[in-house]
């Protein structure tokens, strides 16, 4: 389906309300409920600035050849408006996983598209595709687990750790970076903006993903359970479909369900706590 943007102020503007929302919700986290490990050091070869100015490039790249497809959705469209909503919830809870976070210029928009996929950009510029809101039917709280599991490769810079991994040895890419104050790796981060849609994450990565998403979304007062169904839709659209553009990145299965189904009772105190709130 193809969706037109109305608005004469364009994608890059018009989000005031948005913006606005999730500033004025900020606040200082608790500690968290899930249990994931530490970052991985390798991110610390390839500067976080580079890799989001990367993301920032791609996401806008991605923006305009929407537009001029006639597929990006205007800001009054009623489900880029729904997102919105969901991601102004819950950005004001991401700088707990990245102090950076505080900093990123958020986006979301909305793409016209068949595809089951969405994504979020390192920086915090995150898109949807009308596909995986329309053929998997999502509620606001699956939509939440969806967004709340792609902020979260983004607030524990996945990307920036697997680009550094695949530049060579560490030790290489390390001497590169002593003696050019940086800037091998900051080549690589420049180069790495047609990079950031197709890397494919490790197991850890998408187990760490799916645990702080889960506790995101709890947060901002989505149902925990969601992250469950979500999945669980995820692998029957798999089966009748013959294969998913989302799980081609985002492999799901029952051990992936079950490490769910564990960690949701620890988040759903904050999910009790933000709906009385």
Request: proline share 4%.
């Amino acid at each position: 389906m193809c969706l037109h943007c109305p608005s004469r102020s364009g994608p890059w503007q018009g989000r005031r309300a948005f913006l606005l929302a999730a500033a004025a919700a900020a606040a200082t986290p608790a500690l968290a409920q899930v249990e994931v490990g530490k970052s991985s050091v390798a991110r610390n070869l390839v500067p976080a600035e580079n890799v989001e100015q990367a993301g920032v490039q791609q996401y806008g790249q991605l923006l305009a050849q929407a537009k001029a497809k006639g597929a990006l959705a205007g800001d009054g469209n009623p489900q880029l408006q729904r997102l919105r909503t969901i991601a102004a919830r819950t950005i004001p809870f991401a700088a707990q996983w990245n102090e950076r976070a505080a900093r990123w210029k958020w986006e979301i928009n909305l793409i016209g598209s068949k595809q089951i996929n969405a994504f979020c950009m390192p920086g915090g510029k995150i898109a949807f595709f009308t596909g995986i809101l329309d053929q998997l039917k999502l509620t606001d709280d699956e939509v939440a687990m969806v967004m709340g599991h792609e902020m979260a490769h983004a607030l524990r810079e996945h990307a920036r750790a697997r680009l550094a991994k695949s530049a060579g040895t560490g030790a290489a890419l390390s001497i590169g970076a002593q003696l050019l104050g940086l800037g091998q790796a900051g080549d690589l981060a420049a180069r790495a903006g047609t990079q950031l849609l197709t890397l494919k994450f490790s197991r850890t990565d998408e187990t760490d993903a799916d645990l702080v998403g889960l506790e995101l979304a709890a947060r901002a007062g989505y149902d925990p359970q969601a992250a469950v169904s979500l999945w669980k839709k995820m692998g029957q659209a798999s089966k009748s479909q013959g294969g998913l553009s989302f799980l081609s990145t985002h492999p799901s299965g029952p051990d992936r369900i079950a490490k769910l189904e564990a960690n949701v009772p620890k988040v759903e105190g904050l999910y009790r706590a933000a709906k009385r709130s």
